[in-house]
Each structure stands twice: as C-alpha cells, then as structure tokens.
C-alpha cells in the first residue's frame, strides 16, 4: 500500500499500533498529539523537521490544518465529544486495513522514536496527554494562538556514553586483569604481629567525627550503622 505523504504513513502507523494492543482507535485529538510527538522527539534528535505539516497553536495546543484534513477525508476519522472542558470521550470507529511490513520506515531513527512515543503516550489519558504537549513541549512555551510553532528551540536530548567503551581494548584487558587480581582483606588480616594496624586505629578515631572526613581515596560518608560494624571488627 502506498501513502499519499509520510504524515498519512504515521497516521496509519498509530492506528495500527492502538489496534495491535487492544486500544480504541484514536480520534482526531489523540491521533494529532500524537504524530506532534513524533515530530518533536525526531526534531529533538536530528535538529530539523520530519514533516511540512503547519502546526499553529490551536485550542488545546499544537493543530495542523493539513493533518486535521488528512484526518477528516481520508482516515474519516471522527472527532472527539468533549464531554467538559479538557475531558473527551474515546470513540468507536473502524480504521481502514493496513498492509503491516509498509508501515515501517527506512530512517532508522525515526523507527527508534515511533516506539517510544507510542508506548508512552497513546494509552495516556486525555487530560495529562493535553497537559503534557501544553506545557512539557518547547515550541508551546512561548507560542502564541493562532500563529506557528518554533521547533528551533528543541533541546537534543543528550546521549549517555559508557566511559569505559572509549577506553582502548589492550588498555581495557589491563585494567581488568590487574581489577581480577585485587586483593580485599578480611578484618583478622588487618592485624600486624598482634597488634591493630595503625592505619586502622586512625581510620576508627575519625569515625568519630561528624559528617564527612578524607581517605586516601578520596572524600566519604559513613553512617551510624556502618560505624558501629567497623567498630566491632576493630576489637576482634
């Protein structure tokens, strides 16, 4: 099956998802917050647009004139009843039948988002849904009724990177051969020729103390509990 244009796909695509996991079919409403989603989180991560759609700032947030017409002539998909202000009432429909391996996308990271998006947003209630694409999402922050969205102002969301996969492999295998080969001594091994070792009486003093104090490895906490063990394994 072919799509007119990408916003009919992604419309397609959450339909088929609410039918996929026992949903109702989405409206207009929810069906529209929800392809907003997916262009905000794609606008996060690739700092430009994933479709022309016009979204302005409507009544209850974003609004595309063009995707409320795709909703309308070509899905026939019908409008929620508000039934008081911020509240709808789902409605009953048939979405047209899908051919499911089209559905998927070639750009892989808008394949990653769709996912996202949907398990958290399309079972939501319509009120934290409202409230959250209102007042959670940048281009709503400083929009104005009536005119255009800025997308610009998306933060990228930042990449968490594992230290330690930039290290070099030899350097790694190192590291973790001479970790492997630590040795943690037993409270009994502390002892030298019967008496308590030094260190361990100066580390006990300092338990003493209030608050924080400094080791050789740097600034540490311990608390009542932790104090009174090793305050008993000093005396064995």
Request: aromatic residues 12%.
């Amino acid at each position: 099956m072919q799509f007119k244009t990408l916003p009919h796909k992604l419309v397609a695509r959450i339909c088929a998802y609410c039918r996929e996991n026992n949903l109702l079919p989405p409206g207009q409403v929810r069906t529209t917050k929800l392809v907003y989603l997916v262009e905000y989180n794609y606008y996060g991560w690739e700092q430009k647009r994933l479709t022309d759609l016009d979204w302005v700032f409507w009544h209850y947030g974003p609004w595309s004139k063009t995707l409320s017409s795709v909703l309308t002539q070509d899905f026939h998909t019908p409008q929620e009843n508000e039934i008081e202000p911020g509240k709808f009432r789902p409605v009953h429909w048939t979405p047209p039948q899908f051919d499911r391996p089209r559905l998927k996308f070639d750009n892989v990271e808008l394949e990653g988002i769709i996912p996202t998006v949907l398990d958290r947003f399309a079972a939501m209630p319509y009120n934290e849904l409202l409230d959250y694409v209102y007042f959670e999402t940048a281009p709503m922050k400083d929009a104005v009724k009536g005119k255009p969205l800025d997308f610009s102002g998306i933060p990228k969301p930042q990449r968490f990177i594992d230290p330690i996969s930039l290290l070099p492999a030899k350097l790694f295998n190192e590291l973790r051969e001479k970790f492997l080969q630590l040795h943690i001594s037993k409270p009994s091994e502390l002892r030298i020729g019967g008496t308590i070792d030094a260190e361990l009486l100066r580390f006990v003093d300092a338990l003493d103390e209030e608050g924080s104090f400094e080791l050789p490895i740097g600034e540490v906490f311990v608390n009542d509990e932790v104090k009174s063990e090793l305050r008993e394994h000093s005396k064995d």
